[in-house]
T-cell receptor
Framework: NAGVMQNPRHLVRRRGQEARLRCSPM?????VYWYRQLPEEGLKFMVY????????ESGMPKERFSAEFPKEGPSILRIQQVVRGDSAAYFC???????????????FGQGTRLTVV | AQSVSQHNHHVILSEAASLELGCNYS??????LFWYVQYPGQHLQLLLK??????LVKGIKGFEAEFIKSKFSFNLRKPSVQWSDTAEYFC?????????????FGTGTRLTIIP
């Protein structure tokens, strides 16, 4: 069973370009979470998605950032008009469907390291 | 909203020394608690987790953690560290909101083991 797959592993973009980060959850997992890790900081929650739905986007910057998890294909985190401050590691995690009363854990991918030059 | 504090930013130990990394959280409700490890250039790996039951939790690689509800703490321990334990360690909390495993992380503790 393959783990959470993220690509690319490393992405370099010039200021003003767009960055698209992909995340394929573990087989059977329908919940996807995106986190951002700035240098010397812990991970910060960005967004939680289920298939075709954004459930919680309380950690997403108001502008330039968007996320989707279509019915088919990977989840995409999109950053438009990137700036130097967007340079970070972006991690995706997935978890299976959890029914009320159960506890599950999230499994992390290896991350995409975005560098804006 | 919940928050997590890891007071030790960088810990340096010699091999075979005992380890304790502090983690405190603030949240009034029921929580799930986690410790993750991140080796250089790699993804986060789960060391151990607490959902309910015995507050002393044993994880992989000889790590354990104790949940003390009255102190809002979940400290990580290992009796004898190895050079291969050099990594960054993150404590995380999930407020028990069924169906949402959103995690709040501490800022991490960098552990350096000297051979």
């Amino acid at each position: 069973n393959a783990g959470v797959m993220q690509n690319p592993r490393h992405l370099v973009r010039r200021r003003g370009q767009e960055a698209r980060l992909r995340c394929s959850p573990m087989k059977g997992h329908s919940h996807v979470y995106w986190y951002r890790q700035l240098p010397e900081e812990g991970l910060k929650f960005m967004v939680y998605l289920q298939k075709e739905n954004i459930i919680d986007e309380s950690g997403m910057p108001k502008e330039r950032f968007s996320a989707e998890f279509p019915k088919e294909g990977p989840s995409i985190l999109r950053i438009q008009q990137v700036v130097r401050g967007d340079s970070a590691a972006y991690f995706c995690a997935s978890s299976p469907t959890s029914s009320k009363g159960s506890n599950t854990e999230a499994f992390f991918g290896q991350g995409t390291r975005l560098t804006v030059v | 909203a919940q928050s997590v504090s890891q007071h030790n930013h960088h810990v340096i130990l010699s091999e075979a020394a005992s380890l304790e990394l502090g983690c405190n959280y603030s949240y009034g409700g029921t929580v799930n608690l986690f410790w993750y490890v991140q080796y250089p250039g790699q993804h986060l790996q789960l060391l151990l987790k607490y959902f309910s039951g015995d507050p002393l939790v044993k994880g992989i690689k000889g790590f354990e953690a104790e949940f003390i509800k009255s102190k809002f703490s979940f400290n990580l321990r290992k009796p004898s560290v190895q050079w291969s334990d050099t990594a960054e360690y993150f404590c995380a909390v999930n407020a028990l909101n069924f169906g949402n495993e959103k995690l709040t992380f501490g800022t991490g503790t960098r552990l350096t083991i000297i051979p």
